[in-house]
């Protein structure tokens, strides 16, 4: 693979924008969103989450099969938190055989 | 200085290619073993939200935010260190790691902050554990548990890449590294930038749970 | 996985912390989807390459490419992915949700049509083939017939009713030994009875290798099959003790260890026999196609003298005339 170099301005703009999300995130957790606190806060790390992963460890100029390993690896993470959850969550859904 | 083309493989490029999937298979296992952990702390949070609340809220945000910063300013330096390496520039390299290797310190020397103060607020899980405000010492002990789990088992893996940009400085230091070759410090600031985005996500789970709500 | 789910128990113990303990309002069942969510897709992963092992053998001693091998790699790749779906049948009476215990139980159901799939094509491949009864090959058909039996039964508990009655009996036991040794050993004694005179340059000699197989499959059977009634009957497992009525199918099962054990030991004889005195192996023992063949046995460091030159499918006997089949 030819070696991309980024230029500093875009690490450093990638830089600011993590910082800044970073502002906003804590500054947005005193706001009351009810259910919603969660979802922003958690939207707002997957996209620092991107940010790093695509320019600092340059996912976006691998190869496929790295791009690939990658996303496998989050879907099984998904596979464990949703297939757990559905445990926990239907706990009362239906009864208990024989009762 | 090594020239470095092993023999199974046809060019450099091929080589670091693979160097970098094996350190991305490494890390998605590092992904479900710190997923474990996450997963209990989503099972716990969903059925304890209100302890889980008031626990959160004894943690300093202003600590927690701006170690934040530390992390991710020196994933910065980490990218930079790499793209001097690509360029062949031993000084800037050289720089660029120390000043990672500076930030992660800081970092972790925070955190030592955060942990003592915990320890003298009784908040430490165990028999000496008592928390304000919660009805279920029970719950709060649970977050508390997961609080130095994860923080504990993210500040292991800190301290190995401390280690490894310690030896990562050295041998630049030397020399070892050219544009030709650098594939170590490339997939050392693979490690690096992961173990950032674990805390990316720790910070808001653990630290900013419910702050809206009135102490 | 599992490393992150022993440190948290680890640290229960040590640290006197508890992540799983009630009193503080853990869930021992959070423990338990960590552990299964690891240790179930294990458990496919160990039988995997048996199955590979079996498509090898399989081939070789019908002298007929396997039938379907695209679907038999794609269902590989489908019991892997689906493997990691179905962790929570080990968890039918734990406390978990029904709807969970649903959703899993139809998931494994799933999970076992691959496998099928795999067994359908081996037999098929068989038709109209040249057999030969090698050794490796009576492993492969001893992995056929067991593994099926074993599959099988792995529906029986994977249905929540039949479980509610069987978990935690030898019935699951029986199961997994079919699987794990019926299954996978099988696959691995053939294996290695396969590709031993290419690893070590000797054959073994052909008759102990029949005989020991034939002890093996029977000793097997005796020990495990004995199990299935027990566990049927109601009997736990890990249990040190049980009642009279029980005796004689413990004891069968005994029996059947010995004769196992007996049948595990003459192929470590022999194989260290063989490699003083066995009869020394050409290149292509079985007229097998395939490049390992084609270079010397055992193989030079660099594998290959001259470069191979691929002229056919990697399963194409049509052309191939092999050496005759030299048993020492």
Request: proline content about 4%; some cysteine.
């Amino acid at each position: 693979m030819t070696e991309h170099i980024d230029s500093i301005r875009t690490y450093a703009l990638v830089l600011l924008a993590l910082l800044a999300l970073t502002a906003v995130t804590t500054l947005v957790a005193f706001v009351d969103l009810g259910e919603f606190s969660v979802v922003v806060a958690l939207a707002i790390a997957v996209c620092k989450m991107l940010l790093v992963a695509l320019f600092f460890m340059h996912v976006r100029h691998s190869t496929k099969l790295t791009k690939l390993v990658v996303l496998g690896g989050l879907l099984w993470l998904a596979i464990l938190l949703m297939l757990t959850l559905t445990d926990f969550t239907t706990r009362g859904w239906i009864g208990v055989p024989g009762r | 200085m090594a020239s470095a083309l092993q023999e199974q493989f046809d060019t450099e490029a091929q080589q670091k290619d693979a160097s970098t999937l094996g350190m991305w298979i490494f890390l998605i296992t590092e992904v479900m073993f710190f997923g474990g952990m996450f997963t209990a702390y989503t099972v716990y949070r969903r059925a304890y939200s209100d302890a889980f609340a008031v626990a959160s809220s004894s943690l300093n945000v202003t600590i927690g935010a701006i170690n934040t910063a530390v992390l991710l300013v020196s994933s910065f330096t980490m990218v930079m260190a790499v793209r001097a390496a690509q360029l062949g520039q031993r000084r800037t390299l050289v720089l660029f790691l120390v000043l990672t290797l500076i930030l992660g310190g800081v970092f972790l020397g925070v955190k030592a902050y955060e942990w003592n103060e915990k320890f003298e607020q009784h908040h430490v899980p165990g028999p000496s554990f008592h928390l304000d405000g919660v009805p279920q010492q029970g719950h709060a002990q649970l977050f508390f548990s997961l609080y130095f789990a994860m923080t504990g088992l993210h500040a292991l893996h800190m301290v190995v890449g401390v280690g490894i940009l310690s030896w990562l400085i050295w041998m630049a230091y030397k020399g070892r590294f050219t544009a030709e070759y650098n594939t170590p410090v490339d997939i050392a600031g693979l490690y690096w930038h992961f173990v950032d985005i674990i805390w990316i996500f720790l910070f808001p789970l653990l630290y900013l749970i419910d702050r809206h709500l009135p102490k | 996985m599992l490393a992150v789910t022993l440190v948290l128990v680890l640290c229960e113990r040590v640290f006197h912390i508890g992540i799983f303990d009630p009193a503080l309002g853990g869930d021992p069942i959070l423990f338990q989807h960590l552990f299964w969510f690891y240790s179930h897709p294990a458990v496919y992963i160990m039988i995997l390459p048996a199955m590979g092992v079996v498509s090898e053998l399989i081939s070789t001693f019908s002298r007929k490419a396997i039938f379907g091998y695209r679907i038999v790699a794609f269902s590989s790749v489908a019991i892997a992915v689906l493997g990691f779906l179905v962790w929570g049948h080990h968890m039918f009476v734990s406390g978990q949700s029904l709807f969970a215990g649903m959703a899993f139980s139809f998931l494994s159901y799933f999970v076992a049509i691959p496998s099928a799939i795999k067994v359908f094509n081996w037999t098929a491949t068989l038709y109209k083939g040249s057999i030969s009864y090698a050794t490796p090959m009576l492993y492969a058909f001893g992995f056929i017939g067991l593994f099926t039996i074993g599959g099988l039964t792995g529906l029986f508990v994977a249905a929540l009713g039949i479980d509610v009655h069987v978990t935690d009996t030898y019935f699951v036991v029986a199961h997994f030994h079919y699987i794990m040794v019926g299954g996978a050993i099988m696959g691995y004694l053939g294996g290695l009875h396969y590709w031993w005179p290419k690893m070590t340059g000797r054959l073994y000699p052909e008759a102990w290798a029949k005989l020991s197989a034939l002890v093996i499959f029977l000793g097997f059977n005796l020990t495990f099959f004995p199990q299935f009634i027990l566990g049927y009957l109601g009997m736990p497992r890990r249990y040190h003790t049980y009642p009279d009525e029980f005796q004689v199918l413990h004891v069968l099962s005994t029996a059947g260890a010995s004769v196992l054990a007996v049948g595990y030991a003459i192929p470590m004889i022999y194989f260290a026999w063989s490699l003083r005195y066995g009869k020394v192996a050409g290149a292509n023992p079985w007229g097998a196609t395939g490049l390992e063949w084609k270079t010397a046995s055992p193989p030079p460091v660099h594998n290959f003298d001259r470069i191979p030159v691929v002229t056919h499918d990697a399963y194409d006997y049509s052309t191939v005339v092999g050496e005759a089949v030299e048993v020492g």
